[in-house]
T-cell receptor
Framework: GESVGLHLPTLSVQEGDNSIINCAYS??????FIWYKQESGKGPQFIID?????DKRQGQRVTVLLNKTVKHLSLQIAATQPGDSAVYFC?????????????FGGGTRLMVKP | ETGVTQSPTHLIKTRGQQVTLRCSSQ?????VSWYQQALGQGPQFIFQ???????GRGNFPPRFSGLQFPNYSSELNVNALELDDSALYLC???????????FGPGTRLTVL
């Protein structure tokens, strides 16, 4: 498949460690945020979402934190595994007038060392 | 797997030609969005279809057009292809009343 993210910021972690991927979003009116995982040759895969009326949301091995004051979003992955290696994108939806349009960040490549 | 399918998987065209890409949304999803993803970048929103009508458009010229059919499947048409149109084209579907989008595997378009 094609390569995704040839020149992206890279986070390298040891298998079993926790990973934190950060994202700065652009619009203070955004009220919905999603994290996606994209493996080479595949489309983005939904990981977790959060609405702006929440600060934290937990899923299986993942936690998303939202800081609206500084327009910052983070994805925490617990006990990172080799299968977590991929490019991670945050995306924002800018309120009801934007319909379902998502604006994506530039992405971060996560590399997990065995 | 999301249940969103796209065809073809790969496509090679030359400048000036026209292309049609197809998407079948996940069962029960009535909104379809199209995105363009250039190499090394995040997806860029092209447009969205709801109830067979365009319902939002990103910063793309009119030569990018689309259709949505009664079964919610969709097409993306690009006329007068340019070299910069080379990208991965992604289709995403959403269930009624939800903002979450589930993506298909994409169509890799190469324009020579």
């Amino acid at each position: 498949g094609e390569s995704v993210g040839l020149h992206l910021p890279t986070l390298s972690v040891q298998e079993g460690d926790n990973s934190i991927i950060n994202c700065a979003y652009s619009n203070s009116a955004s009220d919905y945020f999603i994290w996606y995982k994209q493996e080479s040759g595949k489309g983005p895969q939904f990981i977790i979402d959060i609405r702006s009326n929440m600060d934290k949301r937990q899923g299986q091995r993942v936690t998303v934190l939202l800081n609206k004051t500084v327009k910052h979003l983070s994805l925490q992955i617990a006990a990172t595994q080799p299968g977590d290696s991929a490019v991670y994108f945050c995306a924002e939806n800018m309120g009801d007038n934007a319909g379902n349009m998502l604006t994506f960040g530039g992405g971060t490549r996560l590399m997990v060392k065995p | 797997e999301t249940g969103v399918t796209q065809s073809p998987t790969h496509l090679i065209k030359t400048r000036g030609q026209q292309v049609t890409l197809r998407c079948s949304s996940q069962s029960g999803h009535n909104t379809v969005s199209w995105y363009q993803q250039a190499l090394g970048q995040g997806p860029q929103f092209i447009f969205q279809y709801y109830r067979e009508e365009e319902n939002g458009r990103g910063n793309f010229p009119p030569r990018f057009s689309g259709l949505q059919f009664p079964n919610y499947s969709s097409e993306l048409n690009v006329n007068a292809l340019e070299l910069d149109d080379s990208a991965l084209y992604l289709c995403a579907s959403s269930p009624r009343g939800s903002k979450v989008q589930f993506f298909g595997p994409g169509t890799r378009l190469t324009v020579l």
